[in-house]
């Protein structure tokens, strides 16, 4: 390892940090009669009780649609994982991919969304958001490369836009991230793998009572933990990759946790410093690569790369009791990124090459929160919650050309502030033993200003406001069946630039203004069963209609996201959880999408097809668990063909990917781990592009081709896990 890496895992140790614990749904006190007004998620307590050892909780009474549900976290011991971000891929329906380097912001697909790299998907780790607005890169740029998957306890998701706690880029659904108070065992992982794969993690807890400041018991509430929490991590990456040109990713992560007390009273104070580099292999084009031209792991620009950082410190404070609960969080984060790419090789600027960087510094603080009630409606039980959010974010963002790395023109340069803010209310009611209804609404406001320095005529301001009713019907359940009815009006907003720029800054002519908020609009019915012991089924029949698409532009004088027209989406989701055996689990998701502009022949291209709207995606899980001292995890991953082109005349092939993890207690406390990723070496494309290039300075232009970012060829990774 570098000694470069090894001061910086030593500064990050000496640091301490951490991330913002999770806003967890509220239950009913302890103690509280069965008649008493009962929160949001009680009603499962009247239901036959169901054991449940799985890697979903999903059970008869444990959500509010067919859609939504909790991944446990001890499932990802059993998963192997390419790459931080695929954790997203337990959510059912949900693929990620890469088109770059791997310290850059995955690439999501749900629900017929081409994602790019989070737009359109809310995603929280702890409470704090990810999604970034106004980013260098694109609209909602979500990096999750800083999350530690062992430290994961769960991850609940919620498709479609029928809930009120959640606001900007909620549209396609949202996910929270939970990490865990304490662990177990200390432990230490050391993981070797090809292509100069190295990883090191250490993750250790213990209790801290000299530091606990808990109060004392108080009536209809037990004594609270009267223990200080703490929770540590440090993580080490390295990794070159299948490329050429080796990728030198380098990664340093830490992360610190303080927390006391019960879900019934407790807080928990927390900080991260996360820091990567990296050089990437950008798509290239595919014509290359099927004439031998170019290798299928070789890149025209070998200069393209990137860096990304976070340090953030954040804090939650809870209490329950008979008469309800209250919440609230705070964070404050400082974020960087540079990236360089080169997409269009030689077509823009023949002496230079396009390669452009993107670059932001951006400080965020925000919090939330949220009252809630537990009473009677009509002599019913009943519960309300209302909550309000705000966020501002301070960026410096810019757009430069470049060569190499080096700047050679400011295209545009600004400073941007952006405050949004979410109130919301939402209401529970049990009418009878078999119906309870939520009804809420949200209402969304954000303001910007711009201080343009490249472009003084796009400094101003803008602002939007948006008032969106959520509603979600619950019925049952029957013969361990439960229907569910859900809609609900959702938003995403706009890259400030967009909205404010009267310039467009790389040509000099009048720009189009967007609106700072877009809506959506999404409807769902499901159905829920259990009555085949050890199977848990739901189907979800779906429509989601977005007033607007936002679509990245990868030419180099533009940079950045841009709105196309409006699309209407419907589709089905079939997932099935099944304990086949003692030590036999068995997950299968499917997912189907059509996914079409509103009307044909918009956005100046002919056809009313969505680029890159993925319409089938299949996942297929089987795990052996416990089975003496071993255990084996299969996952098999299929995404279907896509249009690259508005007119369907370009078509991207479909992929289907297999990886395997075996692990071995070899004893107490030593642990062996092998994964095969990509077992059976399937070359297959992460994800391809309808793309105009030019490859050389002298060459001829490609109006209409494909790029692509190849998948990973057989990897084998092998880690060993010592327990303290």
């Known amino acids: 390892m570098p000694e470069s890496l090894r001061l ?85 329906g949900l693929v990620v991919t890469q088109h770059s380097g ?22 929280f780790v702890d409470g704090v958001p990810v999604n970034m607005p106004t980013n260098a890169h694109g609209q909602g740029y979500t990096d999750l490369n800083f999350l530690i998957p062992e430290l994961i306890d769960t991850v609940g998701y ?71 929490r703490l929770l540590g991590a440090l993580e080490l990456l390295e990794e070159n990759g299948p490329w050429t040109s080796p990728e030198e990713l380098r990664k340093v992560n830490g992360l610190v946790r303080f927390s006391e007390g019960t879900s019934e009273r407790g807080w928990s104070v927390d900080g991260i410093v996360y ?44 209490m ?14 400082h974020y960087h990124l540079q990236l360089w790419s080169d997409f269009t090789y030689y077509e823009l600027r023949p002496a230079t090459g396009d390669q452009f960087e993107q670059e932001e510094h951006r400080n965020l603080v925000g919090g939330k929160l949220a009252k809630g009630w537990y009473h009677t409606l009509f002599g019913l039980p009943s519960s309300t919650e209302v909550g309000l959010q705000v966020r501002h974010d301070a960026i410096n963002v810019a757009l430069f050309d470049t060569e190499a790395r080096r700047v050679f023109a400011t295209v545009s340069n600004e400073n ?61 359940p029957w013969s361990r069946t439960e229907f569910f009815i859900d809609a609900g009006r959702g938003l995403h907003s706009n890259d400030a630039r967009g909205v404010i720029d009267r310039i467009d800054p790389t040509t000099g002519l009048p720009a189009s203004a967007v609106p700072a908020l877009v809506g959506s609009f999404g409807r769902e019915l499901g159905v829920r069963n259990e ?39 419907y589709g089905a989701e079939w997932n099935n959880h099944w304990i086949a055996a ?51 995890g299969w996952e098999t991953r299929y995404i279907g063909p896509y249009p690259l082109s508005q007119d369907g005349t370009l078509t991207a092939s479909s992929a289907l990917v297999t990886n395997l993890r075996f692990r071995d207690d070899l004893t107490k406390r030593v642990s062996l781990f092998v994964d095969a990723l990509n077992v059976f070496n399937r070359p297959y494309y992460d994800i391809e592009y309808q793309q105009d290039y030019r490859v050389t300075p002298k060459s001829p232009i490609v109006p209409s081709g494909i790029t692509v970012h190849p998948g990973e060829p057989r990897e084998l990774r092998v880690t060993l896990s010592l327990k303290f």
């Not at 008649?35 to 009474?61: E, F, I, K, N, R």
């Not at 791997?102 to 749900?110: E, P, S």
């Not at 890149?299 to 954040?314: E, F, K, Q």
């Not at 009313?608 to 996942?619: E, Q, R």
Request: glycine share 10%; net charge negative; with cysteine.
């Open 8 to 92: 910086k895992a030593l500064a990050l140790a000496l640091l301490g940090t951490g991330i913002d614990p999770a806003w967890a749904q509220s239950s009913a006190p302890p103690g509280s009669e069965s008649t008493a007004p009962l929160p949001v998620q009680t009603a499962q307590s009247t239901l036959p009780a169901v054991l449940v050892t799985g890697h979903y909780d999903t059970a008869v009474g444990s959500s509010d649609a067919a859609s939504e549900g909790v991944v446990e976290g001890a499932s990802l011991q059993d998963i192997p994982l390419l790459r931080p971000g695929e954790v997203l891929e337990t959510v059912p």
């Open 102 to 123: 791997d310290g850059k912001a995955n690439q999501y697909f749900l629900r017929g969304y081409n994602l790019d790299h989070g737009t359109d998907l809310a995603t």
């Open 158 to 228: 919620r498709k479609g836009p029928y809930y009120p706690q959640y606001g900007d880029f909620a549209s396609a659904g949202s996910v929270d991230i939970h990490y865990r108070d304490s662990l177990d065992n200390d432990f230490a992982n050391l993981t070797l793998g090809q292509d100069g794969y190295t990883r090191f993690l250490f993750a250790g807890s213990c209790g801290l009572a000299e530091f606990s400041c808990a109060p004392p018991a108080t009536e209809g509430l037990p004594a609270t933990q009267s223990t200080t």
């Open 275 to 318: 820091d990567a580099h990296w050089n990437s292999t950008d798509q290239v084009p595919l014509a290359l690569i099927d004439s031998g031209e170019l290798g299928r792991f070789s890149a025209l620009n070998p200069t393209d790369g990137g860096n990304s950082g976070r340090a953030l410190v954040s804090a939650e404070w809870h």
């Open 320 to 333: 329950a009791d008979a008469s309800g609960y209250l919440k609230a969080s705070g964070y404050v984060e």
């Open 416 to 476: 941007i502030g952006a405050t949004e803010s979410g109130l919301y209310v939402e209401n529970t009611t049990h009418w009878n033993s078999w119906f309870r209804s939520l009804l809420g609404v949200r209402g969304e406001e954000v303001w910007m200003q711009a201080t343009s320095d490249s472009t003084p005529a796009n400094s101003g301001s803008a602002s939007g406001s948006k008032l969106d009713p959520k509603m979600s019907l619950i019925f049952g």
């Open 531 to 569: 009555s085949i012991p050890g199977l848990q089924t739901s189907l979800a029949l779906w429509s989601l209609n977005s007033d607007s698409e936002l679509v990245y532009n990868a030419d180099s004088d533009i940079g950045s996201t841009s709105p196309n027209a409006a699309s209407k989406r």
């Open 582 to 632: 003692d030590h036999l689990l068995v997950d299968l998701d499917l997912a189907w999408t059509h996914a079409r502009f509103a009307e044909e022949n918009q956005n100046g291209a002919l056809g009313d097809m969505i680029p890159n709207a993925v319409s089938k995606v299949g996942i297929c899980r089987a795990t052996i668990v416990n089975f003496g001292s071993w255990a084996l």
